[in-house]
């Protein structure tokens, strides 16, 4: 019925457009009207879309605005991740920031279009061991972004300084402790001479001495099982090649 009652309508315009026609007024074109009210309803649409893009004014926004909107949405959400992937990585070193700068849109909104994270780069005297673990935190920090910027691969640079530094420090230490074992334990071995003894007990005290000696170690008399495996560790670390740069990250 309804659909009836609309063609029934429908043919109502033609009827006045011959009567028009008969009394010589003039007749509004049916496909200019169509245009109009066409046009008349997008806007209208637009006024009422709460989700559309409109501008200070309060006025929808062009599509050029709308798309420069678009973009700097997209920026904003990038800009975002990348400042929060590097306090994610970072921890503790972490000593300021996420801040940003902004950007207007056409909407009247602000944008971060860059940002910034503060970390601690600073060495401590005498903690080679702590060094490092905190230049290869840097490190990872730095490049935590999808995208690293150019400043982000500058720190993560400065920070590979920093751990071929500790490294060579570590090294310098464990030479030293090597040095000092040999040392304390090579005075050890020497067995002093009884107060009192005659020279021949002296001589056959330090034959049965030395005799014990090379029984115990036949390969290398001066140096001890415990002295050899620290020898060992020591030209081990010396062939390890050392490694530095992102791979180390994981």
Same mark, same amino acid.
């Given at each position: 019925?309804?659909?009836? @009652? &609309?063609?029934? &309508?429908?043919?109502?315009? /033609? ?6 026609? =008969?009394?010589? &007024? ?36 062009? @599509? &050029? @605005? ?24 970072? $921890?503790?070193?972490? #000593? ?24 601690? +780069? ?7 061991? $702590?060094?490092?673990?905190? =230049? ?21 640079? *400065?920070?590979? =300084? ?21 040392? =304390? ?7 002093? +001479?009884?107060? /009192?003894?005659?020279?021949?007990? #002296? ?12 029984? !115990?170690?036949?390969?290398?008399? $001066? ?20 490694? +530095? /740069?992102? *791979?180390?990250? !994981?």
């Amino acid at each position: 019925m309804r659909r009836f @009652d &609309e063609a029934r &309508e429908m043919s109502a315009p /033609g009827s006045q457009a011959v009567a028009a026609l =008969a009394r010589d &007024e003039p007749v509004e074109d049916p496909r200019a009207i169509e245009e109009t009210s066409r046009i008349e309803a997008e806007r209208a649409t637009g006024e009422d879309n709460p989700t559309a893009a409109k501008g200070v004014n309060g006025e929808t926004l062009s @599509d &050029e @605005d709308q798309l420069l909107v678009e973009q700097l949405k997209q920026r904003d959400a990038e800009v975002r991740a990348h400042e929060q992937a590097h306090v994610s990585a970072g $921890g503790g070193h972490i #000593t300021s920031g996420p801040s940003y700068s902004y950007q207007s849109g056409p909407d009247g909104r602000r944008y971060a279009i860059g940002g910034e994270v503060g970390i601690d +780069t600073s060495m401590k005297a005498g903690d080679p061991d $702590g060094n490092l673990a905190k =230049a290869r935190a840097i490190i990872r920090a730095a490049m935590a972004p999808a995208e690293p910027s150019s400043q982000d691969v500058r720190v993560a640079a *400065s920070a590979r =300084a920093m751990e071929s530094q500790a490294l060579q420090e570590i090294r310098e230490l464990q030479v030293k402790e090597y040095e000092q074992v040999m040392s =304390a334990t090579g005075s050890s071995d020497r067995a002093p +001479t009884p107060t /009192g003894a005659t020279t021949a007990q #002296t001589a056959s005290t330090a034959e049965n001495g030395e005799a014990a000696s090379e029984s !115990a170690t036949p390969q290398n008399p $001066g140096i001890s099982s415990g002295q050899a495996r620290l020898a060992q560790r020591i030209a081990a670390l010396f062939s390890t090649p050392v490694e +530095t /740069g992102l *791979s180390q990250q !994981a």
